[in-house]
């Protein structure tokens, strides 16, 4: 009943805060069958990985239905996970290739903008400073007028704690490019809210 290797694993996670090696364990668990890691694994990432494809998607049912599937993909495929990535960043980009999958031939929707307005920003910038300035109101409204490749971009810069390395990997496109994206992103966004604040 009393496994010693459980014991010593919760007491790493708990002690060791290195959450890349955690997450790294917990996947090594994983691929050995150990359905506690899982749930784990999921209390860790399963919030960011549904607020990113809701993100996407804009329909609470097909979010929770795909992270799901990337959750059992994760339950499936954890001893295939080699480290070159971290494993947020693993199974965000695994719900993201099912998001697509999923959405291939319809057009994507406007989504759940309350979400990047709830997001915590790693550091000042001008979109923190326009969030800051800005109502809660009027931030959805601007993020609802936001393109879906914004929107993605910056709830993965913004609300996954991911890299830009990492999210040029999700994306699969070169950093300069998610750089280009935030960019533009940003701008547009600001251009929202002082348009919106002159017309007030």
């Given at each position: 009943m009393n496994?010693?290797?459980?014991?010593?694993?919760?007491?790493t996670f708990i002690a060791g805060h290195d959450p890349e090696r955690d997450d790294a364990e917990l996947l090594?668990?994983?691929?050995?069958?150990?359905?506690?890691?899982?749930?784990?694994?999921?209390?860790?990432?399963?919030r960011v990985v549904f607020a990113q494809v809701l993100l996407v998607t804009g329909k609470r049912a097909l979010a929770e239905e795909i992270v799901q599937d990337a959750m059992l993909a994760v339950w499936r495929g954890a001893s295939s996970f080699r480290g070159e990535s971290s494993a947020r960043s693993w199974v965000i980009a695994i719900a993201r290739r099912q998001t697509r999958d999923r959405l291939r031939g319809q057009r994507l929707r406007v989504v759940?903008?309350?979400?990047?307005?709830?997001?915590?920003v790693p550091g000042p910038g001008p979109e923190a400073m326009a969030l800051d300035r800005a109502e809660l109101?009027?931030?959805?409204?601007?993020?609802?007028?936001?393109?879906?490749?914004?929107r993605e971009v910056l709830g993965l810069a913004?609300?996954?704690?991911?890299?830009?390395?990492?999210?040029?990997?999700?994306?699969?496109?070169?950093?300069?490019?998610?750089?280009?994206?935030?960019?533009?992103?940003?701008?547009?966004?600001?251009?929202?809210?002082?348009?919106?604040?002159?017309?007030?």
């Amino acid at each position: 009943m009393n496994d010693p290797h459980r014991d010593v694993g919760a007491a790493t996670f708990i002690a060791g805060h290195d959450p890349e090696r955690d997450d790294a364990e917990l996947l090594r668990r994983i691929g050995q069958g150990d359905e506690d890691a899982m749930a784990a694994f999921y209390r860790e990432h399963g919030r960011v990985v549904f607020a990113q494809v809701l993100l996407v998607t804009g329909k609470r049912a097909l979010a929770e239905e795909i992270v799901q599937d990337a959750m059992l993909a994760v339950w499936r495929g954890a001893s295939s996970f080699r480290g070159e990535s971290s494993a947020r960043s693993w199974v965000i980009a695994i719900a993201r290739r099912q998001t697509r999958d999923r959405l291939r031939g319809q057009r994507l929707r406007v989504v759940d903008e309350a979400f990047l307005a709830g997001q915590p920003v790693p550091g000042p910038g001008p979109e923190a400073m326009a969030l800051d300035r800005a109502e809660l109101v009027e931030v959805r409204n601007a993020i609802r007028e936001l393109s879906p490749a914004h929107r993605e971009v910056l709830g993965l810069a913004f609300g996954t704690g991911l890299s830009l390395p990492e999210v040029a990997s999700v994306l699969e496109i070169p950093v300069g490019t998610v750089k280009s994206r935030l960019t533009s992103a940003r701008a547009a966004l600001n251009r929202i809210l002082e348009r919106n604040g002159e017309n007030r």
